[in-house]
């Protein structure tokens, strides 16, 4: 299959092909000269080896900062967990857990924010992702939760939050 780069600036006029049968991705010159290649499992393993703010930044409408916070997750049947984040944003956060739960989970959230911890918020959440098991050592497991329903007052201090957070990691 072979597809044109179309908007990718710098590179418009180039084409990708991408071979089934040998698991190979090439790239083609305007002219139609081939100019490389890689292999799906090349592909495969910078996808898996970059972080979660790289990998799912596509599909976030809001940015994420990296911050352990505690919270309380209660699953549809009633079951209470409480854990830490590993990561906010005003869409969601990442739950850290050893038995995270399937991805469409319904669930109600509770947290309080470094800056105002008498002040607890609440959301209703759905599992968008989970990873079962640690990665590269440094990944713990659990699950990346999306707001589905949270007080846009809540959401404004997380869009906050989160722009100091990465505002200062910037300065470092």
């Known amino acids: 299959m ?18 089934a049968d040998q698991e190979v991705i090439t790239l083609h010159g305007a002219g139609g000269e081939l100019l490389g290649g890689l292999t799906w499992r090349t592909v495969i393993e910078q996808i898996l080896s970059s972080d979660e703010d790289t990998r799912f930044a596509h599909a976030r409408a809001h940015p994420r900062a990296p911050l352990a916070l505690k919270v309380r997750y209660t699953t549809p049947d009633g079951k209470q967990f409480d854990s830490l984040t590993g990561g906010i944003g005003a869409g969601g956060l ?8 399937a991805p469409g989970t319904e669930l109600s959230v509770e947290f309080a924010l470094p800056d105002r911890p008498w002040e607890k918020h609440k959301a209703k959440a759905k ?3 989970a990873r079962n098991k ?22 404004k201090e997380l869009v906050e939050l ?3 957070l990465n505002r200062s990691r910037e300065t470092v």
């Open 127 to 129: 599992v968008a992702w």
């Open 134 to 155: 640690p990665e590269r050592h440094l990944l713990f497991p659990g699950m990346g939760v999306q707001f589905t329903n949270i007080d846009e007052k809540a959401r």
């Open 94 to 101: 990442f739950i850290e857990s050893s038995t995270p739960l």
């Open 162 to 164: 989160v722009e100091a």
């Open 2 to 19: 072979k597809l044109p780069v179309i908007t990718t600036e710098g590179h418009e006029g180039k084409s990708l092909e991408m071979n």
